[in-house]
């Protein structure tokens, strides 16, 4: 459906859902953290849902515009990483875990509200075109952006939240020696969306959840 619409429209229709998905991502690693012990995302004006805090140039506005423009079908991005002190936990990586998991449930739940949005659209009808259609558009890309991001975040890469997973369940010595890819981690994502190994590492997944997620909104 998304072909139909021209860059300008695309635009418009994906904004919204992008930084919605983006902004609250962050938020809740920091609201989980804060539930642990950890204030310093609260105290830093972070557990916000003002997109200016946690903007990212290259994250949230050039890649996400760049894919866009390009029509590869798959868009994501990142904000500004919300700071948190595993220091402040009882149970570092324990805690850490769960705040990272945070990040993809949080991707997971909007999906759900964008898919209740589209099928407002598509209950609405044809009648109204002015009305429905923004409504399944946008629903639309918000359940395509929340899953990309839900699903590339909880790849085991250090620093994406499946790593900090992971890490939370490997034997401590394990943990460490595994999170030295962490300087590596952005080259590994890079070269894995350049070669399209990305696309089909999620190729299978992205379907099945998109089919189901698809289903919620009546598509």
Request: glycine share 8%.
């Amino acid at each position: 459906m998304m072909d139909e619409l021209s860059l300008m429209q695309r635009i418009v229709v994906w904004v919204l859902p992008v930084v919605f998905a983006i902004t609250v991502h962050e938020v809740a690693h920091g609201w989980i953290a804060k539930k642990y012990g950890d204030n310093t995302a609260s105290l830093l004006g972070r557990l916000t849902l003002n997109p200016i805090k946690h903007v990212d140039l290259v994250g949230t506005i050039i890649l996400p515009g760049i894919l866009l423009m390009t029509g590869t079908g798959f868009i994501f991005g990142w904000a500004k990483p919300v700071p948190v002190d595993p220091r402040n936990f009882k149970n570092p990586l324990r805690d850490m875990a769960l705040v990272a998991l945070a990040g993809p449930v949080s991707n997971l739940l909007m999906a759900v509200g964008w898919a209740l949005i589209a099928r407002m659209g598509v209950t609405i009808g044809t009648q109204t075109e002015a009305i429905s259609l923004p409504l399944i558009y946008t629903g639309i890309a918000g359940i395509s952006i929340n899953l990309a991001l839900a699903m590339i975040n909880l790849l085991p890469i250090p620093p994406l939240d499946g790593s900090r997973i992971l890490t939370g369940i490997l034997p401590h010595r394990l943990a460490w020696q595994y999170n030295r890819l962490e300087r590596y981690g952005f080259i590994i994502l890079l070269v894995l969306l350049y070669t399209n190994a990305l696309g089909a590492i999620l190729a299978y997944p992205m379907f099945a959840a998109q089919k189901l997620f698809f289903a919620i909104a009546g598509l």
